[in-house]
């Protein structure tokens, strides 16, 4: 099984700043089958980022993933207050497993 | 609009069987995958299994093969998750989800539609 680590735990910004979320996977990810969502208390899980850097319908384009192999990056350029969230990783290269997740916090 | 509508939340006691629904619209509901999540109280993601509504077809995370039932009914677009003798741990928020695509054999997709999950609490 492949195993993701997320870092940080957690992220205190202020809005307009930017944010950026590592995932690491215990091994190489299939064909970067690598994916983030975003939750927002009492919500669903929200796709953002698909195939590592696509953008999923909808999602604003200051969202932006990156990386390859083992290490990926998702990035949101300047945070507005909506952005305030729980962001997962998730491999579907192999299965399917999911990060711990970041909160990312109001300063 | 594409959606997946959960059923509402249950209170059970430990011992008591429950089946939960997901029902697709607004698209093929038998050309994507549906998968079940679990998250418990204030915690992650948890993949728990898929099923390719077409022909039934399923898969389950090993943490989670023989503790759950996957099914489906594809006259009405409807996917379930069953247990046969709830716990007190099964207390968690349950969200179905579909994959981006799919076909017969291939589930390794993105999940790009969510449903508002379903609650179960389990408690004597």
């Known amino acids: 099984e492949i195993v993701l680590t997320q870092s940080p735990g957690t992220l205190s910004l202020s809005p307009g700043e930017r944010a950026t979320l590592s995932c690491r996977a215990s091994q190489s990810v299939s064909s970067n089958f690598l994916a983030w969502y975003q939750q927002k208390p009492g919500q669903a899980p929200r796709l953002l980022i698909y195939?590592?850097?696509s953008r999923a319908t909808g999602i604003p384009d200051r969202f932006s993933g990156s990386g390859s192999g083992t290490d990926f990056t998702l990035t949101i350029s300047r945070l507005e207050p909506e952005d305030f969230a729980v962001y997962y990783c998730?491999?579907?290269?192999?299965?399917?497993?999911f990060g711990p997740g970041t909160k990312v916090n109001i300063k | 609009e594409v959606q997946l509508v959960q059923s509402g939340a249950e209170v059970k006691k430990p011992g008591e069987s429950l089946k939960i629904s997901c029902k697709g619209s607004?698209?093929?509901?038998?050309?994507?995958?549906i998968a079940w999540v679990r998250q418990m109280p204030g915690k992650g993601l948890e993949w728990m299994g898929i099923?390719?509504?077409?022909?039934?077809?399923?898969r389950y995370s090993p943490s989670f093969q023989g503790q759950v039932t996957m099914s489906s009914d594809k006259s009405i677009s409807i996917a379930y998750l069953q247990w046969s003798s709830l716990k007190a741990s099964d207390s968690a928020m349950y969200y179905c989800?579909?994959?981006?695509?799919?076909?017969?054999?291939?589930?390794?997709?993105?999940?790009?539609?969510w449903g508002q999950g379903t609650t179960v609490t389990v408690s004597s």
């Open positions: 195939g590592a850097s």
């Open positions: 989800a579909r994959t981006m695509g799919g076909t017969a054999y291939n589930y390794l997709y993105a999940m790009d539609v």
């Open positions: 998730q491999q579907y290269g192999s299965s399917f497993t």
């Open positions: 099923i390719y509504p077409d022909d039934s077809d399923t």
């Open positions: 607004g698209y093929s509901f038998t050309r994507h995958w």
